[in-house]
Nanobody, 120 residues
């Protein structure tokens, strides 16, 4: 199983970016997909997640500025980020809690991360 993230880049404060992450491989079903971020020298923090058939969940720091969505047919999760601030600068990592063929329980998989840099 692989998670491939894209969409990061350099943006001015107040701007927007849309991140994408697609899971591929021997996937039976995906339970949850989400995003974490890690600032330079900081700990990994949850940004948002979305369970299959569920409602989005957001960290307080991004509530109202980010929208998470999924395309279940494409095993893809998106993170629309608006009104980006300097403190949003981080590597954004996607995750998927999924079950592979032949397994009975879900495992968490991580993407490689995509860098978001917000400038003043």
């Amino acid at each position: 199983v692989q998670l491939q993230a894209s969409g990061g880049g350099l943006v001015q404060a107040g701007g927007s970016l849309r991140l994408s992450c697609t899971a591929s491989g021997s996937i039976d079903r995906i339970n949850t997909m989400g995003w974490y971020r890690q600032r330079p020298g900081g700990e990994r923090q949850l940004v948002a997640y979305l369970r299959t058939g569920g409602t989005p969940n957001y960290a307080n720091s991004v509530q109202g500025r980010c929208t998470i969505s999924r395309d279940n047919e494409k095993n893809t999760v998106y993170l629309q980020m608006d009104n980006l601030q300097l403190e949003d600068t981080a590597v954004y990592l996607c995750t998927a809690d999924l079950v592979t063929y032949g397994d009975s329980k879900a495992s968490r998989y991580w993407g490689q991360g995509t860098l978001v840099t917000v400038s003043s």
